[in-house]
């Protein structure tokens, strides 16, 4: 028997990763893998047979009578506390609105009362992973990002997400912060350096992979990395240095391009007296995993769940 086995579940917008986490070693028990894509604009009963399918699987390589439940990392709006989804006026999971997910879950599968499942944000359930098994392991406050489609982003203390008081911004993160002419958001994210790459060469790209290849060949290209390196420095530091963390965790494609805008980050850091290190995540995805899963440890759970109503 291991009771120390919960399952880790990270919704994306079109698609569904699981695997079984033991929770005394941290580790993703790699042969309970499982993935599938979803219709994201599908009805509730498909969108929860879809995952529920998916979960099933990972759970078909385990006894079930070991699991402690299923957490999941998971975009908002949502009622994390209460499993209710909130999505509403965006064109994914729209149809889940006011749905007990958790509920709804734990029926598909046959779950016991006693094999919760448990809901976090996803940014901070990728920022718990990285301090619980990952590169801010260790470390008593430190911050994680995303940088993809969106800006994802969390400040974490011994293990848990701070989402409210003076160290930290409203909710928490940093996406809604003020920025140049719009939000952090705008600038931080696919879609700035689409639009940088297009005003420096009147070129469109796909993602940042092809700006990137193209900037190994093309100085005027690097520069746009060297820029967003200079200008995420400047944006972070102030909310670094008054939480005080000593880790900056970066996640998310973009981070993959990292030898093309760090050196630029790592000296906006040191110019602002800014004493952070930053790392780029070895976990990338598997972080959401761990995190997720790490809501079943009661210790972490009896820790976190009075700040998820604020996520």
Wanted: charged fraction near 25%; glycine fraction near 10%.
């Amino acid at each position: 028997m291991n009771n120390n086995l919960s399952i880790g579940v990270d919704i994306g917008g079109s698609h569904i990763s699981c695997a079984v986490v033991d929770l005394e070693s941290r580790k993703i028990l790699r042969e309970t893998m499982s993935e599938a894509p979803v219709d994201n604009k599908g009805e509730v009963d498909e969108i929860i047979s879809t995952w529920s399918g998916a979960i099933r699987k990972a759970m078909d390589h385990v006894n079930r009578d070991d699991l402690k439940g299923i957490g999941f990392a998971m975009p908002g709006p949502f009622d994390y506390l209460n499993g209710i989804c909130l999505i509403k006026g965006v064109p994914k999971y729209e149809k889940l609105y006011g749905t007990d997910v958790g509920k709804e879950i734990s029926k598909a599968l046959d779950l016991k009362p006693e094999q919760s499942v448990r809901f976090m944000n996803d940014a901070s359930s990728f920022a718990v992973g990285e301090a619980w098994g990952g590169k801010a392991a260790g470390s008593k406050r430190s911050m994680a990002i995303t940088l993809g489609t969106g800006f994802g982003s969390a400040f974490i203390e011994n293990k848990v997400p701070v989402v409210t008081g003076e160290s930290v911004p409203k909710l928490g993160c940093v996406y809604h912060i003020k920025y140049e002419d719009g939000i952090a958001d705008d600038y931080f994210s696919t879609r700035w350096f689409i639009s940088r790459y297009k005003q420096l060469t009147g070129k469109d790209a796909v993602g940042v992979k092809n700006i990137a290849e193209d900037a190994l060949k093309n100085e005027k290209v690097r520069e746009i990395f060297t820029e967003f390196g200079d200008s995420l420095a400047g944006f972070l530091t102030p909310f670094l240095n008054k939480f005080g963390a000593d880790v900056l965790v970066i996640g998310g494609n973009i981070s993959r391009a990292y030898n093309l805008f760090g050196e630029n980050l790592e000296k906006g850091f040191l110019e602002n007296d800014c004493p952070a290190k930053s790392y780029t995540s070895d976990l990338m995805e598997d972080a959401a995993l761990l995190g997720s899963a790490y809501l079943l440890d009661e210790d972490f759970w009896n820790a976190v769940k009075a700040s998820l109503k604020y996520m």
